[in-house]
């Protein structure tokens, strides 16, 4: 890749994240190509500085050139962040492959196991866009909320390649003083972390819609945290990165803050509301909805113990009300705590 001042950039997806983050990069004086799906976003984005439909409130920088138009975005870029949902990944990565150069760096910020193949994103890439070499894959992750990195919170990440060259150039293209970012070797690590988290999330959601206090869900995070780490493990994943900022810092952030999507409807469903109805109001993506059926079905496929994901799952495609759901967690078998069960 050219130095990071002459580096050129695309970003795919314009929801609130890949507009956080192209803004993010916008802002550092790059001209930023971003791909929307949406001509109305486009246009908000190109006429108003603003977009009014995932990220309103935030007036976005002029080097940001809002496209309809996915080759244009996607062809000659050094780097190409990608932010769409999982569930659109591989399409997606279909309709850009012809026109990605085999030099390109690939960043995907997208958090989800695919439903039918149960690859992470960096595995769906390797299959839809397989000139471009697993070293030039990196996945960005870690506890950061789109409105509170368009507010220039303080905010720290991990960016995971198997290239540290790799991952430290992308470190350098991100970083700002209010944006600071680690890297890392273990990308299967950082993507379980990321992705699992929602499903654990939804579940933090219930318990609070049920009303059930600080011990239960303090008691649910980190018996999920066991889930995502005991996955993990079995995937070849390094144990220290659910120590870290994909691993623990985005489950806590996820499974507590109001702004989280998979919170939220966890929360609407404790309270007593069905998930169809919940996700016919909803504008953006809960990305912990699909990620609950491949963990269910990942998980039973390589007979790994994940109760908690288990549950959320029988509640969201089984109808189990979510109270049976407690009581078989809470009565199953006793156990030592650093059993794998």
Not at 88 to 98: F, Y
Not at 211 to 224: D, E, F, K, M, S
Not at 241 to 264: E, K, Q, Y
């Amino acid at each position: 890749m050219k130095s990071v001042d002459t580096t050129r950039i695309g970003v795919i997806g314009a929801g609130s994240w890949g507009t956080a983050l192209a803004n993010l990069l916008a802002s550092k004086g790059w001209p930023i190509d971003l791909w929307v799906f949406e001509p109305e976003v486009r246009d908000h984005i190109r006429d108003f500085r603003e977009n009014r439909v995932f990220l309103p409130g935030f007036i976005l920088s002029e080097n940001l050139f809002p496209s309809n138009d996915l080759a244009k975005v996607v062809s000659d870029k050094d780097l190409l962040l990608i932010v769409v949902p999982s569930h659109l990944m591989r399409p997606t990565a279909l309709k850009m492959a012809h026109a990605v150069s085999k030099e390109t760096i690939i960043v995907c910020a997208s958090k989800g196991i695919e439903n039918k193949t149960h690859l992470t994103m960096s595995g769906v890439f390797a299959e839809t866009i397989p000139h471009i070499p697993e070293s030039r894959f990196a996945a960005l992750s870690g506890p950061s909320f789109a409105k509170e990195v368009a507010r220039q919170f303080p905010t720290v990440v991990t960016v995971a390649s198997k290239d540290q060259d790799v991952a430290e150039q992308i470190q350098q293209v991100f970083a700002t003083p209010c944006f600071r970012v680690y890297t890392n070797d273990d990308v299967i690590g950082v993507e379980l972390g990321g992705s699992v988290k929602n499903v654990i999330a939804i579940a933090a959601g219930i318990v609070d819609g049920l009303g059930l206090g600080l011990n239960t869900r303090a008691a649910l995070i980190t018996r999920g945290l066991a889930e995502i780490r005991r996955l993990g493990l079995k995937l070849g994943a390094d144990p220290r990165t659910f120590a870290g900022l994909a691993g623990v810092g985005d489950l806590v952030l996820t499974c507590t803050g109001d702004m989280s999507r998979n919170h939220t409807v966890g929360k609407q469903i404790g309270q007593g509301k069905k998930l169809k109805e919940i996700l016919a109001e909803m504008r953006m993506i809960a990305e912990g909805v699909k990620t609950a059926q491949s963990v269910y079905n990942l998980s039973r496929k390589l007979d790994v113990e994940m109760p908690i994901s288990h549950e959320t799952y029988h509640i969201l495609y089984d109808d189990v009300s979510p109270k049976e759901a407690l009581h078989r967690l809470m009565t199953r078998d006793l156990k030592h705590e650093w059993d794998e069960g």
